[in-house]
């Protein structure tokens, strides 16, 4: 991968529009992308910690990441709108403002409700930073410079997840769960600093067309119902109003909003994109498989600590493995799926996924070292190779007018399925525990059941259409309205 300098001296200009350094503006996205990364698995390491210093249970801390995700979903949609409305400078200067001031506020809760809202309010600025970020990059670089400046930025948001547990349980153990937090202060204002001085100033491209404002409100409804009845399943799994009342909210929403999208002018998600088989089929695998693998994060750390009496630096070492194995697995998708095509690799990948989430199940107090690393080894290259592939071929077919409305709504669709992964997953957890009355059996009978359903998703993938990737540039999904 070159650096910016490198791809300077080959041709790259030399300043962007307003007098910014373009190697400089790389940089400050690569941070952005950075921060977001860092920040979403360092966390899941400090839970148990947080937890005690909280007077919380570490069970029901889920609420601290979905609060998150569930925010970041929400508002990703709007993200494009919002930056061409009030410009991509100002929005992502005001996006790391808002995310670096919620990590402020979650570094100073008192309690768990406050660290709850705290990470809300981080989930918003997460929202416009990055995909705000990559579209300053879009807008700043011609197509011959983009590709090679895209994969500079996103770099480092491979390093995030390598060094996050193992950070996250360094700062706890020589430090206190606050840290994991304050880290994020002098990152962002740097951050901030940066861009404020090289990121080009734009001008917006979209005060003709109104905000879809009923669509927006209703999806939002939906994502919120939709995870509470996730949520409720557990907590209130023996008075049914506790998660029927907001799963028939959510799908209530979810149909308004189908209605809606047929007769509006400019919908937030228009349902033409449905019109394209892969794209359908890659959201709807998402959805169901995230639902199973997405609360592996959350999962591992809770039975390392909580489950098998793990020290928090004992556990980012011993997650390391899974970062490996999803970074060399980096390495060889793009070759499995040209020799293979998508439909053979997810529909083998999503059933191996399955059984190693399954396998998690034989953990227990005497289970080896060397069958750890080997199963988290395979759990993090499997995990990577389906995030890259189910993401591939959901998009791999939309023509150049609807790219990008079908990447906001795969990426809210990912933080979504994986809030909803990890409410459910840690439902499962409160049922099992109050059944068996043993944590431990209460993981290992969560990770069979998740296992087995990721396993079963392998059956819509089954049904991908294998494509080269190209798209006829006379074809248009207008032309089938």
Known sequence: MQSPGACHKRGMRKRLPGGGSPRVLLWVISIAFFMQMLDGSI???????????????????????????LTTAVFIPASGFIADRFGIRRVFLLSVLVFTAGSAACAASPSLGALVAARAAQGLGGALMVPVGRLAVLRAFPR????????????????????GPFLGGLLVSWASWEWIFLINIPVGLLGFILALRHMPEQAAENDSVPFDYPGFLLLALFMVSVSVSAEGFGEYALLPGGFLIPGTVSLLCLAAYAF?????????????????????????GNIFARLGFGALPFLVPLL??????????ATGLAMLPISFGAVAAKAVISPLLKRLGFRFVLTANTALLGAALAAHSLLGVSAPMPFIILLFIISGAASSMQFTSMNSITLIDLPDNRAGAGNSLLSAVMQLAMSMGVAAAAAFLDVFKNTTGDVLSA???????????????????????????????????????
């Open 43 to 69: 966390l899941n390491t400090a839970l148990p910690s947080m937890a005690a210093a909280l007077r919380a249970d570490p069970l029901r801390m889920h609420s601290v990441v979905i609060a998150y995700m």
């Open 144 to 163: 011959s410079e983009l590709a090679e400046a895209l994969s500079f930025v996103t770099l480092p948001g491979l390093l995030g997840p390598l060094l």
């Open 260 to 284: 809606h999208s047929m007769r509006a002018a400019d919908p937030l998600i228009s349902p033409v994109l449905f019109k394209i088989a892969n794209f359908r089929i890659g959201i709807l």
């Open 304 to 313: 390392l600590q909580v489950g098998l009496g793990y020290s928090p630096l």
């Open 443 to 481: 993981f290992q009978h969560t990770f069979l059941l998740l296992g087995l359903f990721t396993g079963l998703t392998a059956l819509i993938f089954f049904r991908v259409r294998d494509t080269s990737g190209y798209v006829d540039p006379s074809h248009t999904l207008d032309r089938e309205r």
